[in-house]
């Protein structure tokens, strides 16, 4: 028999809504089920690679069942690990004060946004979305995990600073991303990357985006990025998505600089929710042409959602 982890949620928490927040949840090993509306993965764990499957049986409380047994200090690190995952350190208090800065999202009850496990994740998953299509984006996250991941899971750091640049290219598919993934991994391997100091409220946010410009393959729109997924809305990251929204949704005309311009001064207002209120509008837009995106499938509307038609 596998552990079965109860996990306490903020009261305002739903699960369909706040895995579908963001692309990453199609995203390999990622697997949301539309029928049963529950979060499939594996996690690596001090013993080794453990299944969960993660479903809301009630409100304000999460069920983690897993494939195997799990130690005490394995139940810990799953806990924490899917915490991250769903953001679950943000508190209604959080939430409301996005509201109060804006109210469109009130009724939904949109705020969280999903991201990865661990930071090193995220930061892979970022790199393997720029200067790509979306479908590019799920097929390079598909063969790191098929060819890297050790039974299903995302590459450790270890094991991606140990892979050979050809191998990355060749198995993998991520092109010219290859050396900087390795420099990458190498970094949070060899414990060059302070995640306490990044993630820290006492840290400035753009003390946090020079930094990571400074990093392997780290551009102004990664950075961005990641800023919102350590937790940091302060910031919009955008790329050629954000300057079609701007174009074919707000209405915004000129060269790419000056929808910029324009963007960062229609979202101005929102303060340090920025990349929030920004991110819901585009997320909004994708449902009105797609459905909900709880019932996205991976391998069919979920793997396009960012197409030009849309």
């Known amino acids: 028999m596998g552990t079965t982890l109860n996990i306490a949620t903020p009261a305002d928490f739903d699960l369909p809504r706040d895995v579908c927040s963001y692309g990453y949840f199609v995203l390999a090993p990622n697997r949301w089920d539309v029928q049963s509306q529950s979060l499939t993965r594996p996690l690596n764990l001090h013993d080794g690679p453990a299944k969960a499957s993660i479903t809301q049986p009630a409100k304000g409380r999460l069920r983690a069942g ?3 047994p799990l130690s005490r200090s394995e139940q810990a690190q799953a806990r924490a690990k899917i915490a991250r995952m769903l953001r679950l350190d ?7 004060a996005f509201h109060r800065a804006d109210p469109r999202w009130k009724r939904s009850g949109r705020s969280r946004l999903f ?3 661990t930071l090193f994740e995220d930061i892979v998953k970022t790199v393997t979305s720029c200067n ?3 479908p590019g984006t799920v097929n390079m996250n598909t063969q790191l995990v098929r060819h890297l991941g050790r039974k299903g899971c995302f590459p450790t750091p270890v094991r991606l600073a140990r892979t050979r640049p050809g191998t ?3 198995r993998c598919r991520v092109g010219y991303r290859d050396q900087r993934l390795i420099e990458l991994a190498n970094l949070f391997h060899t414990g060059h990357i302070d995640e306490h100091w990044l993630q820290s409220p006492a840290t400035p946010d753009d ?3 020079d930094f990571l410009k400074t990093l392997p393959g780290i551009g102004p729109y990664a950075a961005g990025n990641i800023l919102m997924l350590l937790g940091r809305y302060s910031r919009l990251a955008i790329d050629t998505e954000t300057i079609r929204h701007g174009k074919a949704v707000l209405g915004f005309t000129g060269s790419d600089q000056q929808i910029t311009t324009q963007l960062n001064a229609h979202y101005e207002p929102f303060g340090p929710f920025k990349f929030k209120s920004y991110w819901f509008e585009l997320w909004a837009h994708y449902e009105t042409k797609q459905g909900p995106s709880h019932l ?3 391998e069919e509307t979920a793997t396009a959602f960012t197409a030009n038609n849309l």
């Open 168 to 170: 990355l290219r060749g």
């Open 132 to 134: 790509v299509t979306w």
């Open 90 to 96: 943000e508190a209604e208090d959080h939430t409301k």
């Open 296 to 298: 996205w499938k991976r």
């Open 115 to 117: 991201r990865s496990p």
């Open 207 to 209: 003390d946090v985006f």
């Open 66 to 68: 897993f494939d195997r």
